[in-house]
């Protein structure tokens, strides 16, 4: 099978949007608290400012609040963690 290169109207089509690099911090982030032990981040945020990272929402256990921090800046690319997260439990 052979591939053609894309043309409309022979010009080479131009990309309308991408995900903005803070969209794709973002995802890996949340990625990464998602697939880790010792979090339940299924109510925690992840927003993105320039390399910056603020985590937000709430979890069971104060211990799962450092251990997020710990997992957000061990991903590529995250310089700084701001933690606003809650623990709505016990400790």
Known sequence: M???HQ???ETPPEVEAEFPP???LE???SDALASTG???ASDVT???SGS???LGGTVQLETEVARAEEVALSVAGV???RNEIRFTGVA
């Open 2 to 4: 052979v591939f053609k």
């Open 7 to 9: 043309h409309f109207h």
């Open 22 to 24: 803070s969209a794709t």
């Open 27 to 29: 995802g890996a982030v």
């Open 38 to 40: 010792g979090v339940d």
């Open 46 to 48: 992840v927003t993105a």
């Open 52 to 54: 910056e990272i603020t």
């Open 79 to 81: 310089t700084d963690v």
